[in-house]
C-alpha cells in the first residue's frame, strides 16, 4: 500500500499510444463500439468500459479511483458540483417516509436542500446541536435512514467526534454520511471511523486554486451503486476539463494542505491575542471548545480560521472594506486568502435564528487563508482591523 501523496500523484491512466507522460484529457461526449454485438454487450453491463461520459469518462475515472485511495472507500462518482455530491447522496438513497438527522452546524445550502426539499418528497428531518451529543441517540427514530455532518463545519468550524457518531450510526444500522470538504481526505479520512459515505465540494481545497466547480460521493460499492444509477439517468456528472483538473491539482493538495494549515495556524495565533477581537475559532487552538477531538481525528487545523469582530455586524463590514490583499469573494480553499461575512452572504437565506442556532453571530469573518506568505496574510488583517476601529 503506497502512501498517501504517492497514489494522489502516480494514480495514472494507462498510457495512450503516444506514451505520455502527463495524463491527456478525454474531451469526448461518447465512445465508439467495435460492433453491433459490443454494443449490445456494453449496454447490458456484460463488459465493462466507457460508453457515454454521462456514466463515466477516462478523466472522471481516474479522479474517482485516487479520490477512492486518498479516502478508503471501495466506489465513488463525481458530480459537477458539491451539492450535486450531497444531493445524489440523498436522492439515491433516501425515498418518501424516510428520516435525516443532520447537525445544525452545515453548510446554507445543504440547509437549504434538508429542510426545503427533502420535505416535498415526504423525507423528514432533524437537526441536531453539535455541542450537546448526548441529544443525538435519542434524535433517532424508528425511519431514521441517515445521518448527516460536517467536520470541520462551514463557517462556525464545530468539530464532531466521528469515532463516536460512526458507533452510533452503526449501532442503530444508520448510514453516516460526512461532508469532508473543510478537512480533506490530507488531514481526516471518515471512513476510518466507521462513516459510510464522504461527500466532497471538489471546488474548494481539491481544486485548491479556485479554477473549477466539482464534487464527489465516495463510500461503500453497495450505496455508490444506487447513488450512480441515480446520476446517471439524472445527469449530475463532472465534465471530463474539470476531472482532469482536478486530478492534476490532487498531485499537490498534501503539500499545499500543510501550508494552508500552517499559514492559518500562525493567523489565528495572531488574532488570539488581538485585542480587537471578541474570539477566535480554530480546530487546534486550544481555546477551540472541540480542541481535544479535532486532535484526535485531524492531522492539521486546516485552512479555514473565523473570528468575531468586536463591533458587530458594521465593524465587519469596514473591515473587509480595509482590506488591501485579502479578496472578498464566495469560494474557499483557493491559493488566495478570502474574506467572507457568513450572515450576508453564503448563510443570508438562514433565518436570525437558523444563523444563531449554527454559530452565526453577525460579526462573524470567516478567513479562507491562503499560501501567500504568512507575514502579508497577517499584515493585511492587522492593517484592516485597524483601519475599521
Ligand atoms: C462544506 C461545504 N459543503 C458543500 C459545499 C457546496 O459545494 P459546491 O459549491 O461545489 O456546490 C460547500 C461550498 O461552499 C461547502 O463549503
Known sequence: MKKFETNAIRTQLEKSINREHSVPMYLTSSFVFEDAEHMRAMFADELEG??????????????????????GAEAGYATASGMAAIFASFMGLLKSGDHILAASSIFGSTHTVISKF?????????YADINKPNTWEGLIKENTKMIFVETPSNPA???????????????????????????????????????????????????????????????????????HTFCRST????????????????????????????????????????????????????????????KKQMSLGGGIVSFEIKGGISRGRKFLDALEMCSLTA???????????????????????????????????????????SIDIVNDISQALEKSN
Request: charged share 20%; with cysteine.
Open 50 to 71: 466507457n460508453i457515454y461520459s454521462r456514466f463515466t469518462n477516462p478523466n472522471t475515472s481516474e479522479f474517482i479511483e485516487k479520490m477512492c485511495l486518498l479516502e
Open 118 to 126: 427533502l420535505p416535498k418528497w415526504g423525507i423528514t428531518f432533524t
Open 157 to 227: 468550524l464545530d468539530i464532531i467526534d466521528l469515532e463516536w457518531l460512526g458507533k452510533l450510526a452503526n449501532k442503530h444500522n444508520v448510514i453516516l454520511n460526512v461532508d469532508n470538504c473543510f478537512a480533506t481526505p490530507f488531514i481526516q479520512q471518515p471512513i476510518q471511523f466507521g462513516a459510510h459515505l464522504v461527500t466532497h465540494s471538489a471546488t474548494k481545497y481539491i481544486d485548491g486554486q479556485g479554477r473549477v466547480m466539482g464534487g464527489i460521493v465516495l463510500g461503500t460499492t453497495e450505496l455508490i451503486k444506487e447513488i
Open 235 to 294: 445527469g449530475p456528472s463532472l465534465s471530463p476539463f474539470n476531472a482532469w483538473t482536478l486530478s492534476k491539482s490532487l498531485e499537490t493538495l498534501a503539500i499545499r494542505m500543510e501550508r494552508h494549515s500552517q499559514n492559518a495556524n500562525t493567523l489565528a495565533s495572531f488574532l488570539e491575542k488581538n485585542e480587537n477581537i471578541e474570539y477566535v475559532r480554530y480546530p487546534f487552538l486550544e481555546s477551540h471548545p472541540h480542541y481535544k477531538i479535532a
Open 331 to 373: 469560494n474557499l480553499g483557493d491559493t488566495r486568502t478570502i474574506a467572507t461575512h457568513p450572515a450576508s452572504t453564503t448563510h443570508a437565506k438562514l433565518t436570525e435564528q437558523e444563523r444563531k442556532d449554527v454559530g452565526i453571530t453577525p460579526g462573524l469573518v470567516r478567513i479562507s487563508v491562503g499560501l501567500e506568505n
